[in-house]
């Protein structure tokens, strides 16, 4: 009998939890991102030099330099809160940025400052990870197939590219963020920014090929703010 | 004991000597149409080589096998002359080999290295750079564009560095992975290096050519026979050396035509 009050009252508590954690704790900005012009044509990779990598795709997959989806959506921009927002702790969960088939997915791996990485390898083939960062540490590191996965942190906020110095098509980015408070915006476009207490923040959007750009948003009580970014495309 | 080591010297020599003279190991089928003067010079140094080494190994055998139960205090006597004689001698059968394999394979060397390519040979630009082999072709134009070192963009495959938005001669530029060439006809292959030095290597070819960073080198060649040949890099460049290859895809005439204009369309 004990037992079951002792059960009934942890379950009473984690629904507690849960209600307390799923309600919205502050306002949420929201919007798309698009571009206009015509974007740089994305060219189908040549992978003949590495095989095991070649024979995974039926047509050869093409450059994510500038990713885009329906109406003019831009996808892999890193839209985040640079201002306004205090810095917060790392989450204890690790983000895993995994090689396959000779790509990095997911081409663009947001995370924040002191966030444990994990780079891991699901190919038959050795990869050699090289991030390079400006102003983070640098390191450059082999891994043949089958290994552990390469643990690290980033202790600066840093967006750094990332390349494979045996693949050279192998290209990536690490956004190293500050707060929690970002998206990668999907093949739609979209991203939200949830969860924001109320203030003024600098919304600042990021794309690999495209620069960034920033915009202001004041956030009272538990609105939702939408704000939409619009990217030049050059087709060169 | 002595006569035994004569005996094992002798054995030896010959059990080197006989999977050389009975061809056990072979170099991959010849697909070029200078190669067989390549293969008549190795098999010359190997014959020149192979001879001097058997019979060095015999004589050796047999002054072994002579003087193996000389008794102690025995008179020892020199070869008539002394050492000077014989060490010119040496220098003068040394030298004569040396400049006899110069002079036939010198032949062979300037075919490939000191006659100009046609005029009509398909010209090709190869980049070696870590850890990967590049492959340009002109395109409808029939004019490489422009190289800007500071436009190299690998994750945009923009391998050369080329500058489309300002140049027109390299919007049409073909830019692969791996090396299709046409079947019995002349390619003229120009090299650079984007990085340090690296070399492309066919066997099948018959071609060991060396990139070196800053120097703009170049060879030619004409493969005759259709198939899919592995070109590696043979100069060690770091790390991902061993990884370092690409494929040359002799096709026909017909083949090739379609290929390109499918690259073409992907550019």
């Known amino acids: 009998m004990r037992t079951k009050i002792g059960y009934a009252a942890i379950l009473a508590v984690l629904i507690a939890t849960t209600i307390a954690l799923a309600r919205p704790s502050g306002g949420t900005v929201d919007g798309k991102v698009t571009y206009e012009g015509t974007p740089a044509k994305q060219k189908p990779i040549d992978m003949s030099k590495e095989p095991s990598c070649a024979k995974q795709y039926a047509t050869p997959p093409t450059t994510e330099t500038v990713v885009t989806g329906p109406n003019n959506a831009l996808a892999n921009v890193v839209v985040y809160v640079s201002a306004g927002a205090p810095d917060e702790a790392a989450p204890s969960q690790a983000v895993v940025f995994d090689q396959k088939g000779c790509r990095y997915i997911p081409h663009v791996l947001a995370f924040q400052v002191n966030q444990e990485l994990k780079v891991t390898n699901e190919d038959q083939t050795s990869h050699n990870i090289h991030p390079l960062p400006k102003i983070n540490r640098e390191w450059n590191k082999s891994q043949p197939p089958g290994t552990p996965p390469i643990v690290d942190k980033y202790d600066k906020m840093e967006f750094i590219p990332v390349k494979c110095n045996v693949h050279p098509w192998m290209h990536g980015t690490f956004a190293v963020l500050k707060n929690s408070h970002y998206s990668v915006s999907g093949d739609d476009g979209s991203f939200k920014l949830p969860n924001l207490p109320p203030g003024k923040y600098t919304i600042t959007a990021w794309h690999e090929s495209y620069g960034e750009q920033t915009q202001e948003v004041t956030i009272s009580g538990s609105e939702t703010k939408s704000v939409n970014f619009v990217f030049k495309a050059k087709p060169y | ?267």
């Open chain 2, 1 to 267: 004991m002595g006569k035994l080591f004569a005996v094992i010297l002798v054995i030896i020599a010959l059990a080197s000597a006989y999977p050389i003279a009975t061809h056990v190991f072979v170099l991959p089928e010849d697909i070029s149409t200078h190669g067989h003067a390549i293969d008549d010079q190795l098999s010359d140094t190997m014959a020149e080589a192979g001879f001097s080494f058997l019979g060095a190994q015999l004589v050796l055998a047999f002054f072994v096998w002579k003087f193996a139960e000389r008794k102690a205090g025995a008179k020892l006597s020199n070869i008539p002359g002394g050492a000077k004689l014989m060490v010119a001698i040496a220098f003068i059968i040394v030298g004569a080999e040396v400049f006899a394999l110069g002079v036939l394979g010198q032949k062979a060397w300037a075919n490939v290295y000191f006659t100009p390519p046609r005029a009509d040979a398909l010209q090709i630009q190869a980049q070696a750079g870590q850890f990967a082999f590049y492959f340009r072709y002109p395109g409808a134009d029939g004019k490489f564009g422009a190289i800007h070192p500071d436009k190299i963009d690998e994750g945009n495959q923009n391998y050369f560095g080329l500058d489309p938005a300002n140049d027109v001669e390299s919007r049409d530029d073909i830019v692969t992975g791996e090396l299709a060439i046409p079947v019995d006809r002349e390619i003229h292959l120009l090299m650079h290096a984007k990085d340090v030095g690296h070399s492309f290597y066919v066997r099948e070819l018959r071609i060991q050519q060396d990139f070196v960073p800053g120097l703009d080198l170049s060879v030619h060649f004409t493969a005759t026979k259709i198939g899919k040949y592995e070109i590696v890099c043979t100069q060690l460049c770091g790390l991902g050396h061993y990884n370092m290859k690409a494929y040359l895809n002799v096709m026909s005439q017909d083949d090739f035509e379609k290929w390109l204009k499918q690259k073409a369309s992907e550019q």
